[in-house]
């Protein structure tokens, strides 16, 4: 199965359906099945994003790092300048695409978070090869 690493508190986010962008600096031509995969350390840029969403009621505070948190579908890669000129987005994904100019979305659809998270240890910024566990039910 292909995984995408993910930083905390935007792997959360992406797994939970309440993004469904996720920037990298390079396009891919793979569209399919992906694990959603939160790195293993978590920014201070994401701490204090992580910190006002639990703050405001948005989400608890529970934020694995270093785990297979969901898993979705890669439908779609665009270029970020095209999204903010002509898509139709959210106040929330619209900030956070003009915070990384020259930049691709990734867009992930039909999210599930796994009601257990699964440890690894891992991953990068773009597309690699997870083996789940035998006892993986992929919730799709």
């Known amino acids: 199965m292909k995984a995408l690493t993910i930083l905390q508190p935007w792997a959360r ?14 396009a891919v031509d793979y ?3 992906v694990a959603i995969h939160a790195a293993d ?3 201070p840029a994401g701490g204090r994003l992580a910190g006002e969403m639990v703050f405001a ?9 270093g785990a297979i948190v969901g898993v979705g579908v890669l439908v779609e890669v665009h270029e970020t300048r095209y999204l903010l000129d002509f898509g139709d987005l959210p106040a929330r994904e619209r900030r ?16 599930k978070p796994l009601a257990r998270e699964i440890a690894h240890r891992g991953g990068g910024p773009n ?4 083996t789940p566990p035998p006892t993986f039910e992929d919730p799709q």
């Open 13 to 26: 986010l992406v797994a939970g359906g309440d993004l469904r962008f996720v920037t990298r600096a390079s």
């Open 31 to 33: 569209r399919g099945g």
């Open 41 to 43: 350390r978590m920014t």
């Open 57 to 65: 009621g948005e989400l608890d505070d529970h934020f694995p790092l």
């Open 96 to 111: 956070w695409l003009e915070s990384i100019p020259g930049t691709y979305a990734w867009e992930i659809a039909e999210t």
């Open 127 to 130: 597309l690699w090869d997870w």
